[in-house]
């Protein structure tokens, strides 16, 4: 069959793309007069556009997603071979890569037994709320159903992962949102809501515990939490936060679901964010990073404890988990998700996102020695935050068209960055960085020498 345009045409691709696609998170009226960027190869950490200008990718596709890099033809060709072989059944049926990575998956995560597939992070999120909910219903007479999430925490774009989001400006216009989700403080130390507070994280998670006494004890029955804030600043919790999160949880009998659609599969320097602070939670969800971005994947993991709930009562037809996600059933995504864990495995990539993630927070720290509009910078392996402020003293947040003059600066000199975006009124003034973990030294150089030359250049 002849393609009416032929993938080499590239000022036709542009044209038919502005035309007709509808593109994510940006506003399309200048494309009325520019052309939209499009993506046209990728090796290793860098990407070429149609214009066959080359950039040192520093945030994984954008979204924190490529984890092992571009062009792995050891993935591609997974898949390949898999959707010839059995592309896709229903997950009422198994598959032999979905059953072979949930196994290796549940390997790296002691505690947690059971893996139900879906697509897209925000799916994942969905289906534990809905655990949540149904457990709710079956167990406690409904009373258990408020889900508690953070302020400046992010879990997806379905409306009701928006009504769990802690971004106002991700929610704003898309009300009204699902009832029974209520927000508890964020833990950003450097924007302390604590002052005279001997221990800033003990503080952080007590606050949590005033919001459940608040709506009471009986009410709710989840909290999720990022274990690292992603898109609303790269926040990393202060010591104390998450044991004493862990101890109100068991003492509410709460259940604790922890959101790694970011901080999953290696970026912190572990396999999870959440294993750098000892945290057992009863759901972890998971997506990006699962599959490096070279098939569609998401996951929720939750303990045994949590999948006995749903079969206790076999007569009952509507004692199950009575969900399906379709493409939870596509044999590709966990294919895929195989191959991309071998890798990580086999390269050390682990190992190197330590290493590489400290010499980035290295020459950050040194950046902002250099740069007084850094206030802060922080983060954990390769997922890292700078913080720009109009005045150290005061922190008083960068205005955000100057935030986002560096990262175009940055794009300019072929190096891609990132930066809080449509997120927090007033507070999307956080650069973001999370190069894949296949960095080395010179890319991570690279990547804070084009900073360093924006910052002089918008700045002086």
Known sequence: MNLPIQPNDIQAVIEADRAHVWHHLIQHKPFETIDPRIMVEGRGMRVLDATGKEHLDGVSGGVWTVNVGYGRESIANAVRDQLVKMNYFANSAGSIPGALFAKQLIDKMPGMSRVYYSNSGSEANEKAFKMIRQISHRHHGGRKYKILYR??????????????????????????????????????????QYPDAESYGEAAANAIEEVILREGPDTVGGLCLEPITAGGGVITPPAGYWERVQEICAKYKILLHIDEVVCGVGRTGAWFGYQHYGVKPDFVTMAKGVASGYAAISCTVTTEEVFDQFKDDPSDPMSYFRDISTFGGCAAGPAAALENMRIIEDENLIENTKAMGERMMNNLRALQEKHAVIGDVRGKGLFLGAELVSDRGSREPMDEKRVHAVVADCMAQGVIIGATNRSLPGFNNTLCFSPALIATAQDIDQITDSVDQALKKVFG
């Open 151 to 192: 302020d400046r925490d992010y879990h997806g774009t379905t409306l009701a992962a928006l009504s769990a989001g802690g971004q106002p400006q991700r929610v704003e216009q898309y009300g009204p949102l699902v009832p029974g989700f209520v927000m508890v403080p964020h833990c950003l130390e450097y924007r302390s």
